[in-house]
């Protein structure tokens, strides 16, 4: 098993950059495809990247492609979410979800198919 655990976050004015970070506890963090979603007030939750196990298949929603960079440190047991950019419309609270799987190149972009979840940070844009 992982427990992911969240850092990083915050607000931001419009244009700045956030980097929201996960580090997963367990000795088999390689095992997992990681993904990172966010849901905001009214809205359903979606997965805006997501990463293969060994980080070379790589995901992203349309609005955030070319502003957004996930990656993953297998030997430090984290993912991390580059943020540029930023919009307010990227307002959201974002969480990280870890998936096991036997399949390194897949990544993984709907919530049910993730089976363990971060405890989710608040991210603030002002215009």
């Known amino acids: 098993q992982v427990q992911p655990v969240q850092s990083g976050g915050g607000s931001v004015q419009s244009g700045g950059p956030l980097r929201p970070s996960c580090a997963a506890s367990?000795?088999?963090?390689?095992?997992?495809?990681m993904g990172w979603f966010r849901q905001a007030p009214g809205k359903e939750r979606e997965c805006v990247a997501a990463?293969?196990?060994?980080?070379?298949?790589?995901y992203y929603t349309n609005t955030v492609t070319g502003r957004f960079t996930i990656s993953r440190d297998n030997a430090k047991n984290t993912v991390n979410l580059q943020m540029n950019s930023l919009k307010p419309e990227d307002t959201a609270v974002y969480y990280c979800?870890?998936?096991?799987?036997?399949?390194?190149?897949?990544?993984?972009?709907?919530?049910?198919?993730?089976?363990?979840w971060g405890q989710g940070t608040q991210v603030t844009v002002s215009s």
């Open positions: 990463i293969s196990r060994n980080g070379g298949n790589t």
């Open positions: 367990g000795r088999v963090f390689n095992m997992y495809a």
């Open positions: 979800a870890a998936r096991a799987t036997t399949s390194v190149n897949n990544s993984f972009l709907q919530g049910k198919e993730y089976n363990y």
